[in-house]
């Protein structure tokens, strides 16, 4: 006996559809139902349905509607050789691939994603955080009204995750139900701002975020989940290929604009070599038709020009910053003494002179703890923090004079690490910066902790942060309690490092809205006391919200990409070039 073919075998891709095939045109029995010239606000800019628009030329009028700073996105346009051809200098078709889930071929993964707790947004202070990752992440990040408003509707849906050990949002996405937005004859679905924080999700957070997105709509009787992604993201591609995607011929039409540049103008050679301190700063001169030139990408060095005037520049120091005002910050001694000129208080302090501890003893006396660092360094290399004894003092000096032969000692000032970014005698910015730390999950020990939460922060800083297993780093876990090859309980947060610095694996947190205005002119002064256009300055605060602070350091290189959502590389650019300001 012959067996029957099995139908249900035959390919998805021999059934036209409007968004499987965008050049087909669409029959009557698609269209009856479906609105016409449907557009929907999602905050960062509107979704434009292009197949619902019979007329290109209207379509090309509604791209034009798209608002200052926004990025709107055209997808499933019928022809958009058309729309190309009816405003080449205006539009352009977006790098991207479009990938699509059959939400009947998809399979729920056995076990849940550890550590990962995917829900619906709830409140405001989830809005917050949605705009804290996606802004961390590059993309443009959502009016909140626009969002809180969306959420309480069905055509959009916002999902957050949680890291359960310490609830803290740590992802989200956008899920678009094509039916309600404008009665999709198709059945289908879109997703929209996969975002997740770089330096604290746990492993898997983007692909719960998905699942669970597309679990909801097939519960609602869609019939597909579609997505665009930048063809060059490929850990994206690859984890969209293992849940089941698979790429389909819908284009994206997106306009000329400033926030999009980087999609159409060719980059300099050495952009992508450059590290994300630069590479802030590069994209934005970029955004404003300013030339650049990567002179020495591993550096992060490059030259930005705009008519007849060139500035030559390292990552945030710039050509306008003196030699003078360098050296200001660069012996912490000499800055010591300009700030005590200038009002602004420092903590007390004594030299190291040749084997003489004499002085460095006796504040230790005085005080019971102190710091001890290289009178000259940075990124915290050879600090000391928490010297209780002499034997510690001993060794505390000879790890400075490693880095520098002049080591300074200074009293322990309880309180927040706070950074304060001035550019320009203005304060743009402030972030407390924290110590970096593990949290347990009852499975791991100390040091796999350590290695995999070293690795998130190396990712998320293209390779600037990462968490040293060395004696210090030890010594730290067991004044917490514990030792490297312990397991901690689920939750449990061990502090693995006693300094703040970026560079060893610390956290920064936004406070700008925060900072007193005590401290804020303490910081405008002091820059103006140094006499530098660019500086991040460093305080211990014992009170966030009070004006108590006590001076530490100033950075004549500060490392602007860590301050998002605040307009540290806009600042900066204007600084360089006023005329290039946006109004």
Not at 224 to 231: A, E, I, K
Not at 271 to 286: F, H
Not at 435 to 463: C, H, M, N, Q, Y
Request: aromatic letters at 4%; proline letters at 7%; a neutral charge.
């Amino acid at each position: 006996m012959v067996a029957r073919p099995d139908v249900r075998r035959r390919p998805l891709s021999a059934v036209p559809t409007i968004t499987g095939t965008p050049w087909h045109p669409p029959s009557e029995h698609q269209l009856r139902g479906m609105d016409t010239e449907a557009a929907l606000d999602l905050g960062w800019g509107r979704l434009v349905f292009g197949q619902t628009f019979a007329d290109p030329q209207r379509l090309v009028e509604a791209l034009r509607g798209e608002a200052e700073g926004r990025r709107d996105i055209c997808i499933y346009p019928r022809d958009p050789q058309v729309l190309l051809g009816l405003a080449p200098t205006e539009l352009f078709l977006d790098p991207s691939l479009t990938f699509r889930l059959d939400l009947h071929r998809y399979r729920p993964r056995r076990e849940l994603v550890e550590n990962v707790f995917v829900r619906t947004v709830t409140c405001p202070d989830d809005v917050a955080a949605m705009e804290r990752i996606v802004t961390r992440t590059g993309m443009v990040p959502g009016d909140p009204d626009t969002v809180w408003h969306n959420h309480s509707t069905r055509t959009v849906r916002y999902l957050v995750a949680e890291d359960r050990r310490t609830g803290r949002v740590v992802g989200t996405v956008t899920g678009v139900d094509h039916v309600r937005a404008f009665g999709d004859p198709e059945g289908g679905s879109s997703l929209w701002c996969l975002a997740v924080d770089p330096g604290e999700a746990p492993p898997g957070t983007g692909e719960a975020l998905v699942r669970v997105l597309a679990e909801r709509y097939l519960a609602r009787g869609r019939n597909y989940l579609d997505l665009s992604v930048l063809h060059e993201n490929a850990p994206a591609i690859a984890l969209y290929r293992k849940l089941g995607f698979r790429q389909v011929p819908a284009l994206v039409v997106k306009r000329r604009n400033a926030v999009n540049a980087p999609l159409f103008v060719p980059g300099p050679a050495g952009l992508d070599r450059l590290n994300v301190y630069a590479r802030i700063l590069a994209d934005e001169a970029l955004r404003r038709g300013i030339r650049v030139e990567v002179t020495d990408a591993a550096h992060g060095e490059m030259r930005f020009t705009l008519g007849a005037r060139s500035v030559l520049t390292r990552e945030s120091l710039s050509e306008l910053t003196t030699a003078v005002a360098m050296s200001r910050c660069d012996d912490k001694r000499v800055t010591r003494r300009i700030m005590a000129g200038a009002g602004v208080r420092v903590p007390v302090g004594a030299e190291v002179a040749g084997d003489d501890l004499g002085p460095a003893l006796a504040l230790l006396e005085r005080f019971g703890e102190v710091v001890v660092k290289p009178a000259r360094g940075e990124q915290g290399k050879g600090i000391t923090v928490g010297v209780r004894d002499e034997a510690g003092l001993r060794s505390a000096v000879a790890l400075a004079r490693q880095h520098c032969p002049d080591v300074l000692v200074e009293e322990l000032v309880a309180g927040e690490d706070l950074r304060v970014v001035v550019i320009d005698s203005e304060v743009v910015a402030a972030a407390v910066r924290r110590p970096a730390t593990v949290v347990g999950d009852g499975a791991s020990d100390v040091t796999t902790l350590i290695r995999r939460t070293s690795r998130r922060r190396e990712r998320a800083t293209g390779g600037e942060s990462r968490i040293p297993l060395d004696d210090t780093t030890a010594a730290v876990v067991a004044e917490a309690g514990w030792a490297m090859d312990d397991v901690p309980p689920a939750g449990a947060r061990i502090r693995v490092r006693r300094t703040a610095n970026l560079h060893t694996g610390g956290t920064i947190e936004d406070v700008t809205a925060r900072l007193h205005p005590e401290i804020a002119a303490a910081a405008v002064r002091a820059s103006r006391a140094i006499g530098i256009p660019v500086t991040g300055l460093d305080f211990l605060v014992p009170d966030l919200d009070g004006p108590e602070h006590v001076f530490v350091e100033a950075n004549e290189r500060p490392g602007l990409a860590n301050h998002e959502p605040q307009p540290t590389a806009e600042r900066f650019v204007d600084l360089l070039f006023p005329e290039s300001r946006r109004r």
